[in-house]
């Protein structure tokens, strides 16, 4: 049983959100995909992160791994073998695509095939306007002196 959101209503009542809610959508439609191989996502830091996918028989010639605009995409194609001789063939060695989304700023750092392991790093990098910083409190010398309660000069009583 599938079940469809709509998120028009909340178009309505947001304003720079419509990436978030695409996203919402097509998580919703990539569901249908198979998730064959099987893969991890793992936060390794504070703004580290690494996808490994169990990629058994694969070998690195046969693997392509391409980020273009926060899209991350991992395929694989095994070169055709000779069927013949197999008793018995269970190490699947279908071709495979996954699509990763990856939010602003993340980057791919590196990525390494090892024992049928392929493992992407992946680090967020915030430029430096976006990070917070401290914003320093000055006073101005007029301004203070204006705010002070004003004093009436008069002779002292005696």
């Known amino acids: 049983m599938a079940t469809s959101y709509d998120y028009a209503p909340l178009f ?3 304003v720079g959100f419509d990436r978030i809610f695409n996203l919402l959508e097509n998580a919703q ?3 249908s995909i198979s998730d064959w191989p099987p893969y991890d996502i793992v936060k390794t830091g504070d703004d580290s992160y690494r996808i490994s996918v169990a990629v058994a028989g694969f070998s690195q010639d046969d693997l392509d791994i391409t980020f273009q605009s926060n899209l991350l995409t991992v395929t ?7 069927s013949e ?12 695509e996954h699509r990763f989304e990856l939010a602003d700023h993340v980057r791919v750092s590196g990525a390494d095939l090892r024992n049928g392991l392929l493992s992407i790093d ?6 430096e306007e ?8 000055q006073s101005d010398p007029a301004l203070s002196a204006a705010a ?11």
């Open 148 to 158: 002070a309660p004003a004093q009436i000069e008069a002779p002292k009583a005696a």
């Open 12 to 14: 309505r009542s947001s």
């Open 85 to 96: 001789g197999y008793l018995h063939r269970g190490i699947a060695d279908r071709p495979f």
């Open 29 to 31: 439609r990539a569901r």
């Open 122 to 127: 992946l680090v967020r990098e915030i430029p």
């Open 130 to 137: 976006m990070k917070p910083r401290k914003i320093s409190i």
């Open 76 to 82: 694989g194609r095994r070169q055709e073998t000779a």
